[in-house]
């Protein structure tokens, strides 16, 4: 046959041109889903507002380094930057900042000019300006619509009644007051004007700016963040961004102020409780210092180092004088006069001046014996006068030796108590120094307090910013939509739609569509002939050239390869049969047997489906007429009063039809009778076609098919399902068939002489069947066709092709 199907046929893995030939019947679903996604595009971006994206460039700051910090400040640890940086990411994203941008740019507040799809948002270029009256925490979650419409004098409300108003009064709607401002002098241009004015909650406020802000670092080595927002409106979004930037950056200002804020209060605070501290140890310092009568420690205990020394001295001299005393006293011999020594360190003046009178009279009296002698009255009296004076110096020195230790003892006394005293001093000192202490660290904690209040100061006055401003946001880039993205996509969509779904019908697909379906399954058992499609029944004619007629020559030529050949005279005996009712067995067996009678060959059809018979409405009998079931019942009956002669104006064709459906089809075509019929009729007929009853709801065909020479096991394309194939080949495996070839019916591709014929891929036959057990019979007017308009056809061929 076909070369081109053979080598289909013989391939195994995947074949691209046959998987394109399964979709290509089907190019009206991808022309009209590409051509609607298309239009759906076109009309998107014919009304799709454009959306830009804005974008500036910051340095967050590291304000570590300022001029003046806190001891604590400046320690970090490995990684701080970056979780710093990404921590100020997270800041300038928080509902926080996007609150205070809000509230500075009254984003809740919106104004649209009305479209016939869209509205067009006004960004500080709408005419008039609305002024919600009451407070914030009444009017922030508030949701509001005005549908405003400028007039000559004023200006009209639809919610409020379309009354004519008039500028900067107080009105009032749904218990939230408010007024209406003009923003221009040229009122009047903008008469009839109308416009949307809502009152957005400030929490979706935030939620949009969230979900349309982002924050990125500009590369991982880098600490410059990229600031962008996509909007519909280029001014609106530019302004955000650039709010943003100035919010945070005060927001870091305010929050590095306030700590210094916060440090300067809580230095004053700390004053007023060190002054109150130093104020009371001054004063303890000074009682202390009244108790024990000294300015400091080092001065008394250089008074009493001194006393000691001074005391030990003066005892030490007392007691030299009261040595030099007794020595002196012991150069005193009563009864001898000798001059006694001077000048020996006594410091008594009495002593003193009486030895030298003493010494002065022995002087004058040694000189006097020498010159006098011993009787002279000078002498005399010089002798009377110093026993005197002797005795007057040993008084003297007695009272002086006397006096001494009395000054000795006192000054022991003196020297006694200064010791007492100066063994104190460690103690007061240490009383002394811990009050000193006290007060010097309260003295430096408050110079330390001060010091670092003024460093607060400066700082709060000289605060660095936060950011870094490396290029504010300026017009926006278009970003969406992408027309030729957006093409590109419907046009994706388009095509994968319906590939797609076709996809997933050929894929849960269990019907055969070709002869290939059909060779997948039974493999090594022949298929002698695809039949097309026809939009009604009709039969082959007498020199037709159709391609109905080409297709069952080229069935003819397969069949009698598959005969056997022998030198009999005897006709062959073909049984036409198939799975189910409405495969066209009925139909296949009359078209054969027309083509077998064009080579001059004399056909007998006989109609063997005795529960469902339709032989007898595709030859234009009566159902009433005597047939096969009177034969084979009735012992009176002869077999030629059952055949109908040339049939359809056919003088090679005659028809032996059912006759009347009987209680017990299976005994009766097995009782034997069937078989001499066959073998009476074979002496005089070519080919006897049997056409039988399908195999997979009775069993009739299966009790005769050994009388067969060939059985033509018919299916039907886009209607028999690939397991109902495999319960003939079982049959066949089985024994239960022997020879046995396929045909398969009503396909819409066929393959004549190497070329692609393409015939109506409509599923036209309406056949409704199920696989019960039960042999249903269907209406006589299962096959009739209804020629529809085209767009009906497209709607029937698409219910057909995805129905289950």
Aim: glycine share 6%.
């Amino acid at each position: 046959m076909e070369n081109q199907v053979a080598t289909q046929e013989n391939k195994n893995g995947f074949d691209i041109r046959l998987e394109f030939n399964k979709y290509l019947p089907f190019w009206f679903w991808f022309v009209g889903f590409t051509a609607a996604t298309l239009f759906i595009a076109h009309f998107y971006l014919r009304y799709s507002p454009p959306v830009y994206q804005n974008s500036a460039k910051i340095k967050i700051l590291d304000n570590s380094n300022s001029p003046f910090k806190m001891s604590t400040e400046g320690i970090f640890i490995v990684g701080k930057n970056k979780a710093k940086l990404g921590n100020d990411l997270q800041i300038i994203k928080s509902n926080r900042i996007l609150k205070n941008v809000a509230r500075e740019l009254n984003l809740t507040t919106a104004y649209y000019l009305p479209g016939r799809i869209i509205n067009s948002e006004q960004w500080k270029n709408c005419p008039v300006k609305i002024e919600w009256l009451g407070t914030d925490d009444m009017l922030e979650e508030k949701s509001l619509s005005l549908n405003l419409t400028i007039t000559k004098k004023g200006f009209k409300i639809e919610e409020l009644g379309n009354k004519e108003m008039i500028f900067d009064k107080k009105y009032v709607i749904n218990n939230t007051p408010f007024k209406i401002k003009s923003n221009t002098r040229q009122l009047a241009v903008f008469n009839n004007k109308k416009y949307l004015i809502q009152k957005l909650p400030l929490s979706s406020v935030v939620s949009y700016l969230s979900g349309s802000v982002s924050a990125s670092v500009l590369s991982d080595e880098s600490d410059v963040v990229v600031l962008s927002m996509r909007g519909l409106n280029q001014e609106k979004s530019k302004d955000i961004v650039n709010c943003i930037i100035k919010v945070y950056n005060e927001d870091g200002i305010k929050d590095r102020q306030l700590a210094f804020r916060n440090t300067i209060q809580f230095v004053n605070d700390r004053f007023q409780y060190l002054v109150g501290e130093l104020d009371s140890i001054e004063n303890y310092k000074i009682g202390y210092k009244k108790k024990i009568d000294i300015n400091s420690i080092d001065e008394l205990s250089g008074l009493t180092a001194g006393r000691k020394s001074t005391y030990e001295d003066k005892i030490l001299d007392l007691e030299s004088q009261m040595s030099m005393s007794r020595f002196l006293s012991i150069s005193i011999k009563p009864g001898t006069h000798k001059t006694l020594p001077t000048n020996i360190g006594i410091l008594n003046v009495n002593i003193n001046s009486y030895i030298d009178n003493y010494n002065q009279l022995i002087n004058e009296r040694d000189k006097l014996l020498i010159s006098a002698g011993k009787n002279n009255p000078t002498l005399m009296g010089i002798n009377e006068k110093l026993p005197e004076l002797q005795e007057i110096i040993i008084t003297s020195i007695k009272i002086y030796q006397d006096e001494i230790l009395a000054s000795i003892n006192n000054l022991k006394k003196i020297q006694s108590e200064n010791n007492s005293l100066y063994s104190t001093v460690p103690e007061k000192e240490k009383v002394l120094r811990s009050i000193e202490r006290q007060q010097n660290i309260k003295e430096n904690l408050y110079l330390l307090l001060l010091q670092k209040r003024e460093e607060a100061g400066i700082n709060m006055a000289i605060t660095q910013p936060s950011v870094k401003v490396l290029e504010y946001a300026g017009s926006g880039n278009k970003v969406a939509p992408n027309n030729n993205t957006i093409y590109l996509i419907a046009l994706i969509i388009g095509l994968g739609i319906p590939l797609l779904l076709l996809f997933l019908k050929f894929y849960f697909d269990t019907k055969i569509h070709n002869k290939i379906d059909v060779k997948n399954i039974v493999k090594d058992i022949p298929i002698i002939g695809e039949i097309p499609f026809i939009k009604e029944d009709k039969y082959i004619q007498s020199n037709d050239r159709s391609i109905l007629a080409e297709a069952y020559r080229n069935v003819r030529t397969n069949i009698n390869y598959l005969l056997p050949a022998s030198n009999k005279k005897e006709g062959f005996v073909i049984f036409s049969t198939s799975s189910i009712k409405g495969e066209g067995k009925t139909f296949n067996a009359i078209n054969m047997g027309l083509i077998m009678t064009q080579m001059k060959k004399k056909v007998l059809i006989i109609g063997a489906d005795l529960r469902n018979p339709q032989l007898h409405k595709y030859v234009g009998l009566a159902k009433e007429k005597r047939g096969l079931t009177n034969y084979l019942f009735d012992q009176e009956v002869e077999y030629k009063s059952i055949i109908n002669n040339n049939i359809l104006d056919n003088n090679y064709m005659d028809v032996i039809i059912s006759g009347s459906i009987p209680p017990n089809p299976a005994e009766l075509i097995s009782n034997g009778k069937f078989e001499n019929l066959l073998n009476i009729v074979k002496a005089e007929y070519d080919y006897i076609i049997v056409d039988s009853a399908p195999t997979l709801l009775v069993t009739d065909t299966l009790l005769i098919t050994n009388l067969a020479d060939l059985v033509i096991y018919v299916t039907r394309a886009d209607m028999t399902d690939k397991h109902v194939v495999e319960y003939s080949r079982d049959l066949h495996l089985q024994g239960k068939i022997n020879k046995i070839a396929y045909i398969v019916n009503s396909v819409g591709l066929i393959y004549v002489y190497g070329y692609k014929y393409k015939y109506n891929y409509s599923y036209g036959y309406g056949y409704n069947y199920n696989y019960g057990y039960g042999y249903g019979y269907g209406s006589e007017n299962d096959n009739d066709y209804v020629e529809k308009s085209t767009f009906e056809k497209m709607i029937t061929k698409f219910k057909v092709t995805f129905k289950s």
